[in-house]
């Protein structure tokens, strides 16, 4: 078992088809066969939640959030599927929402196709949250949450973190940059540079491991 865990994760980090799977790893059907079931199961979800739980008591914390960081990151498709343009980014593609932690680690993702407003993509986010982080009383996101259906989705309290004035050039954010983080150290794998997936479900899927993968190096070291 251990090693079908490492071809999914050889995957992940190298971005290689699986039908290039190196043969000291076990066939790529099989790989393949144990990623879906996994996904349609939710596996991979419920081990990166209980992660972000161990995380945050190693760091002397409750193991449930109570704030959260809510942001998007657009990326181009390869496999075509459901996907949209966004005229924003100009980019053909899909949208991967997060919800994460103030330190970083994702409570939540989603992805949808790219032509789905930032306002609209959070409402099933937020819902979602509900049932893995109730605690969850305050996000914080930019100004293109600010909608009444983001702020009436749920009870959470969503605090806008607006452009500085006079803003010129790149400028961290209070709260925001920690999102932003988040997506550049996803994006430290290359199955996630782009996303190469025919399915929503499949790249929701690999968001998962890449955060499991994450926390546990973190939780090693910390041992």
Not at 28 to 42: I, Y
Not at 129 to 153: E, I, L
Not at 165 to 171: E, K, L, N, R
Request: proline share 6%; hydrophobic share 40%; with cysteine.
């Amino acid at each position: 078992m251990r090693e079908i865990v490492n071809g999914i994760f050889y995957v992940l980090r190298a971005g290689c088809p699986w039908r290039l799977i190196p043969s000291d790893l076990p066939p790529w059907s099989t790989l393949w066969r144990w990623f879906r079931l996994w996904r349609d199961e939710g596996l991979f979800a419920r081990i990166s939640h209980g992660l972000v739980a161990a995380d945050r008591e190693r760091r002397g914390r409750e193991p449930c959030p109570s704030a959260a960081v809510v942001d998007s990151q657009s990326v181009k498709t390869t496999e075509g599927g459901p996907r949209g343009y966004d005229a924003a980014k100009k980019i053909l593609g899909r949208k991967r929402h997060a919800m994460v932690d103030t330190d970083g680690p994702p409570l939540g993702l989603l992805i949808h196709p790219a032509d789905v407003q930032d306002r609209d993509g959070a409402v099933p986010l937020l819902k979602a949250s509900r049932s893995r982080h109730p605690f969850v009383a305050k996000a914080f996101a930019d100004s293109a949450y600010n909608s009444d259906r983001v702020a009436n989705a749920t009870s959470i309290d969503i605090q806008i973190v607006r452009r500085i004035a006079d803003q010129s050039g790149f400028v961290v954010h209070p709260r925001r940059w920690v999102v932003e983080r988040t997506f550049a150290w996803l994006g430290r794998n290359r199955r996630l540079t782009k996303d190469f997936e025919a399915t929503i479900a499949s790249a929701t899927a690999f968001l998962y491991p890449a955060s499991a993968m994450l926390l546990t190096r973190r939780l090693a070291r910390s041992g």
